[in-house]
């Protein structure tokens, strides 16, 4: 396993963290029961409330994902925007 893919898994834990919380806010204010689907409308509360969080879930990784790539696909020479000019010159 390369460096690049350990890192794709490790930001599966913070996503995981971030989904928590999003699906707290989410689910306080939206019943999914009463806004599911015709076709989910008769599934277990449980199955529709895992099915949101493992979604956020899931979209959360993605983000952390995508940063993770494009950072991978910076050109090179290239330095961080919050890194300072002259540290970058001096290899700090």
Same mark, same amino acid.
């Given at each position: 396993m390369s460096r690049g @893919?350990?890192?794709y898994l490790r930001a $599966? +834990? #913070?996503a995981f963290l971030v989904a928590l919380a /999003?699906? /707290?806010v989410m689910f306080s204010v939206l @019943? #999914?029961?009463r806004h599911a689907p015709p076709a989910l /409308? *008769? +599934?277990p509360p449980a199955v $529709?409330?895992?099915l949101g969080f493992f979604g956020? +879930? $899931?979209a959360c990784w993605a983000a952390s994902a995508l940063n993770l790539w494009l950072l991978a696909r910076r050109p090179p020479? /290239? *330095?961080d925007v919050f890194e300072d000019a002259d540290d970058a010159e001096e290899g700090r």
């Open positions: @893919d350990a890192d $599966l +834990w #913070p /999003a699906s /707290a @019943d #999914p029961v /409308a *008769h +599934w $529709l409330y895992s956020q +879930w $899931l020479g /290239a *330095h």
